[in-house]
């Protein structure tokens, strides 16, 4: 069993940055994979971010692609999403998830563990 639990979210203005938190517990193996999603209300969960937690792979959805960076901190079990340049379209409600192997990292059905959640919201 993974646990995680997002931190970081809040109220920013467009253009500010925020940094998103995910804290992991449980035994987390090599060939997982960490992936942030957004979620909107009335619509699907989207792909935001992932990074393998090995070799530290990173893999981006185009539309945050050079403003978001995915990281990890293996001693701490931690991942982290740096948003920067941070748009009104990014409102949404921000997940962290473990996938316990594979290649796929876009779709979230493959995900087996989920955080509760942090809302970011960025205003005009």
């Known amino acids: 069993q993974v646990q995680l639990v997002e931190s970081g979210g809040g109220l920013v203005q467009a253009g500010d940055s925020l940094r998103l938190s995910c804290a992991a517990s449980g035994r987390i193996f090599d060939n997982y994979r960490i992936g942030w999603f957004r979620q909107t209300p009335g619509k699907e969960r989207e792909f935001v971010a992932a990074i393998n937690w090995s070799g530290g792979s990173t893999y981006y959805a185009d539309s945050v692609k050079a403003r978001f960076t995915i990281s990890r901190d293996n001693a701490k079990n931690a991942v982290y999403l740096q948003m920067n340049s941070l748009k009104p379209e990014d409102t949404a409600v921000y997940y962290c998830?473990?996938?316990?192997?594979?290649?796929?990292?876009?779709?979230?059905?493959?995900?087996?563990?989920w955080g509760q959640g942090t809302q970011v919201t960025v205003s005009s």
């Open positions: 998830a473990c996938a316990a192997g594979g290649s796929i990292y876009r779709t979230s059905q493959v995900y087996n563990y």
